[in-house]
């Protein structure tokens, strides 16, 4: 059994997003990502290499808050928040508030694997990826026509965007995300995003948080979250839900439930969660209106969608 | 630990002389729900041979003092936010401690600085990583939480906002001693000798947990963080979930020592959801998290933790933690060395 699940980030479905040509652009997006890194699975690809290729696909398509096109803070400017864990070990790399790598989940596994840390932020992030090679992109390259427009509206609403207002445009909480188990048994979690829109400079949300936005740990589970990052930060999301499975000995949908439906909402948050556990098993929830998604897994299920559906 | 027990014994002649002075304070304690502190100064390699017995005095009454001062609010009535904030607030203003003022320096010779605290009634937390120029991280973390719709904020962008909320700033080097600055010209020496670095020159970090009398828990860590770490080094102890952690329906925790491993253990959280779901004591929880998973990962550090019945626990798998507790049974230890 292998399997694959991604996420776009999940919020309010704004009326004319139905347009179903727009729905059937982001459902092409998400299904592509989906079977090209499902593929690599198929070929025996880990998952740790599959969430990379699914999440930088995801950070490259500017549809998603994440890499190009993600979401822009206060002054205008991308910086971008990324993570990544290896569920057979426990490492993890991760990168915040980033303004010039084009693909910060690039840059979150070479810390995984080059830097002795764990979590590198800003300016010493990006010295790091000036020493790994990478090159650096101006940060115009991540802002859109489309973010610098979201950007103006929440700034000229009457409230900012510290929980979503209904009817906001589901990217100020499009994170990306992948997780995925491989044939060799072993799971691996991905996130990626460019945070809130109108945030505050430096800023850091739940995305390159081990244990909130991101968590993977063989034999448990792998978790990749999207939402209100700060209530995600203080649930310690994604840490909660493998610790609910196996202390508590709930079945993953039931400790992803239990996250989502009971706990978020009590910290007055919304947002979605996906996972994927030991045995392949593959749990997309959120309580928010739709969730950009796509899962896939060798028994032949595959599933794209973005508003709540049958499952 | 007959040495602990001893000062204890001795510690409590001295609390009730204080309480015969303050006798409406003291009988207010007396009939209420217990109040706690414990602090930590960091765990891990503690040479004696480092140490004389001057500085180990300077030690002792650095941990007393900020002990004393978070036990007076909680003794007052404070709440253990507060309580929390201001011993942490004396530990970082002491330059022995590896926060604020004698922060460990990074590999350009720059402290950064990281703290976090969180609230076991709300679950509100504030953190900030990566700051230069706040005399005082914890009162940013502090604000963080109160004052923005945010958890974190890292770098200048965390400056910004201090600046923005009217806290002192000081140039950087106001946190670097003399001390510190041997330490990284030692740390990249063996840098250079050998491709290992030392791990273990990080001890320091400093943290505290508190019980007030409503019940209510709150944890805070503040650092510098790793000697000679890279610029934009983030460890466990502004990461909510993993240096420290706060829940009113399972525990309080601080964490020091290897921060990649405790960010990757998720150290706080685990102990705290150990208590919850799996149902066994705080003292078993950080004994299997400290001892058995964290130490399994060949890491080394420790934690302060307190549960709603104000149980202490104080658990390191190094040779030293710099730790002190109070509470209102007339317990009142501070200890460097030896098993916890």
Not at chain 1, 265 to 280: D, E, F, N, T, Y
Not at chain 2, 42 to 54: F, K, L, P
Not at chain 2, 314 to 336: E, L, Q
Request: glycine content about 12%.
């Amino acid at each position: 059994m292998y399997s694959i699940a991604i996420h776009g980030g999940a919020g309010a479905v704004p009326a004319d997003f139905l347009a179903p040509d727009k729905r059937a652009q982001y459902e092409a997006s998400l299904a592509s990502v989906l079977d090209e890194s499902f593929a690599m699975l198929e070929r025996g690809a880990s998952s740790l290499d599959a969430v990379t290729a699914a999440v930088r696909a995801l950070e490259d398509d500017p549809l998603f808050n994440a890499g190009h096109g993600a979401a822009l803070t206060r002054e205008g400017w991308a910086e971008l928040d990324a993570a990544v864990m290896d569920g057979r070990d426990q490492r993890a790399g991760a990168v915040a508030s980033v303004r010039h790598v084009k693909n910060p989940v690039e840059l979150a596994r070479r810390v995984m694997e080059k830097s002795r840390h764990v979590l590198l932020v800003s300016v010493g992030a990006e010295e790091f990826a000036l020493e790994e090679g990478i090159s650096l992109v101006p940060n115009v390259y991540f802002r859109t026509d489309e973010r610098r427009h979201q950007l103006a509206s929440e700034q000229q609403g009457q409230r900012v965007s510290d929980l979503m207002p209904t009817g906001a445009p589901i990217g100020t909480q499009g994170t990306v995300g992948a997780v995925a188990l491989d044939k060799h048994g072993n799971l691996a979690a991905a996130t990626s995003t460019g945070g809130m829109t109108n945030k505050r400079q430096g800023r850091v949300g739940d995305s390159p948080i081990i244990g909130a936005g991101t968590y993977a740990k063989n034999g448990v589970c792998a978790i990749s979250a999207t939402g209100h990052g700060e209530l995600f930060i203080r649930a310690v999301a994604a840490y909660h839900i493998a610790a609910s499975v196996e202390f508590r000995g709930m079945s993953l949908a039931e400790a992803v439930r239990e996250l989502i439906h009971v706990r978020i909402p009590q910290l007055r948050g919304s947002g979605g969660i996906i996972a994927v556990g030991a045995r392949g098993e593959i749990v997309m929830d959120f309580n928010t209106e739709g969730m950009f998604r796509g899962a896939r897994d060798s028994a032949g299920f595959r599933e794209v969608g973005v508003l709540r559906g049958r499952r | 630990m007959p040495t602990a027990n001893a000062l204890g014994r001795a510690s409590l002649v001295v609390v009730a002389a204080a309480c015969a002075a303050f006798a409406f304070t003291a009988s207010y304690a007396a009939d209420s729900k217990t109040v706690a502190i414990v602090i930590h100064g960091g765990a891990g390699v503690i040479n004696r041979s480092d140490m004389t017995a001057e500085r180990e005095a300077g030690y002792r009454a650095g941990l007393e003092q900020a002990r004393d001062a978070g036990y007076a609010v909680l003794e007052a009535g404070g709440s253990s936010l507060d309580a929390v904030t201001t011993a942490v607030r004396i530990l970082e203003d002491n330059p022995l401690f590896n926060a604020g003022k004698g922060a460990v320096l990074n590999r350009n010779g720059v402290a950064e600085l990281d703290s976090s605290i969180m609230d076991g009634k709300t679950l509100r937390a504030g953190a900030v990583a990566g700051v230069q120029h706040v005399k005082n991280p914890i009162e940013l973390a502090r604000a963080v939480m109160e004052k923005s719709q945010h958890v974190m904020l890292a770098g200048t962008g965390a400056e910004e906002f201090a600046l923005e909320q009217g806290l002192t700033m000081v140039p950087n080097g106001y946190f670097r001693t003399e001390a510190r600055m041997k330490q990284l010209e030692r740390a990249q020496q063996q840098e250079k000798e050998k491709a290992a670095a030392s791990r273990t020159s990080s001890t320091g970090t400093v943290g505290a947990v508190a019980l007030d009398r409503n019940g209510n828990l709150a944890a805070a860590t503040s650092t510098g963080g790793m000697t000679n770490k890279r610029p934009g080094r983030i460890g466990d102890s502004p990461i909510i979930g993993a240096g420290t952690y706060a829940n009113n329906a399972s525990c309080a925790v601080s964490a020091t020592g290897d921060g990649e491993f405790f960010i990757r253990s998720v150290v706080a959280h685990d102990i705290c959801a150990l208590v919850q779901y799996k149902r066994v004591t705080l003292e078993a929880a950080a004994r299997e998290v400290i001892h058995e998973k964290v130490g399994g990962l060949q890491a080394t550090g420790g934690v302060i933790a307190l549960d709603p019945e104000g149980h202490i626990v104080m658990d390191f798998n190094s040779n030293g933690m710099f730790r002190a507790a109070r509470d209102s049974t007339g317990r009142r230890d501070v200890a460097i060395y030896g098993k916890p």
